[in-house]
T-cell receptor, first 114, second 113 residues
C-alpha cells in the first residue's frame, strides 16, 4: 500500500550510459515531481507534471527527460550519464486543487555514476 | 542564491525538552511554508504547514510560527522524543505556483535520552 514508489532504489552505472528511474503514486494525485538531492543535501526541484502536462521545468540539462504516461506515473530518463549526476532522486506527488496540498515523497533512488 | 536558509546544520536536545528549528527566507513572493522530516534512506514526510495569512499553526506536539516581517519561521516540538531524531527541512512556495517548493538545506535534530 505504498503511496509513492520508485524503482530502482539503488542504481550504479558508468559514465555515458542511459538509465531510467520509474515512479508511481496510488494517491489519486494530479501532480507529480522529480527532485534531486545533491551531495550537499540540497533538495531541488527538477520537473513537475500536472495531469500529464509539464508545468515546471527548472534549469536541467537536456539529457534529463521526464515522461508521464498517465497521472499516476512519472518516469525520469537520463542520457549520457555524467559523474555530476550522482545524487539521490526523489519523486513526489500532490493534489493541486481545490487547495494547495503538501507533497508526498517516494523513498528515493540513489544514483551513482562511476 | 539560496532563497530558503536553515543556518543550523544540527541541533541536540534532551528528551522532554523543547526543540526549536529555525528557517529564514528571502523571497517576498513566498506565501506558503512547510516543514518536512526525513529519516535516513527514506523520502521526506510532511509534518506541518502554514499559510502567510496566519502566524501560527499547531498540530499536536508540533507548532510552526511565521514572522512575515522578519521573513522567518520556526518549528517547535514539545516535548521532544527520541523518535523525532531526523533531518528537518523547511520549504516554501510562491503565490500562484502551488507546486514549486524551494527547500532549505535541513537541520539534523538529535534527541538524547
Amino acid at each position: 500500500d505504498t503511496a509513492v514508489s520508485q524503482t530502482p532504489k539503488y542504481l550504479v552505472t558508468q559514465m555515458g550510459n542511459d538509465k531510467s528511474i520509474k515512479c508511481e503514486q496510488n494517491l489519486g494525485h494530479d501532480t507529480m515531481y522529480w527532485y534531486k538531492q545533491d551531495s550537499k543535501k540540497f533538495l531541488k526541484i527538477m520537473f513537475s507534471y500536472n495531469n500529464k502536462e509539464l508545468i515546471i521545468n527548472e534549469t536541467v540539462p537536456n539529457r534529463f527527460s521526464p515522461k508521464s504516461p498517465d497521472k499516476a506515473h512519472l518516469n525520469l530518463h537520463i542520457n549520457s550519464l555524467e559523474l555530476g549526476d550522482s545524487a539521490v532522486y526523489f519523486c513526489a506527488s500532490s493534489q493541486s486543487r481545490p487547495t494547495r496540498d503538501e507533497q508526498y515523497f517516494g523513498p528515493g533512488t540513489r544514483l551513482t555514476v562511476t | 542564491d539560496q532563497q530558503v536558509k536553515q543556518n543550523s546544520p544540527s541541533l541536540s536536545v534532551q528528551e522532554g525538552r523543547i526543540s526549536i528549528l529555525n528557517c529564514d527566507y528571502t523571497n517576498s513572493m513566498f506565501d506558503y511554508f512547510l516543514w518536512y522530516k526525513k529519516y535516513p534512506a527514506e523520502g521526506p514526510t510532511f509534518l506541518i504547514s502554514i499559510s502567510s495569512i496566519k502566524d501560527k499553526n499547531e498540530d499536536g506536539r508540533f507548532t510552526v510560527f511565521l514572522n512575515k516581517s522578519a521573513k522567518h519561521l520556526s518549528l517547535h516540538i514539545v516535548p521532544s522524543q527520541p523518535g523525532d531524531s531526523a533531518v528537518y527541512f523547511c520549504a516554501a512556495s510562491p503565490t500562484g505556483t502551488a507546486s514549486k517548493l524551494t527547500f532549505g538545506t535541513g537541520t539534523r535534530l538529535q534527541v538524547t535520552l
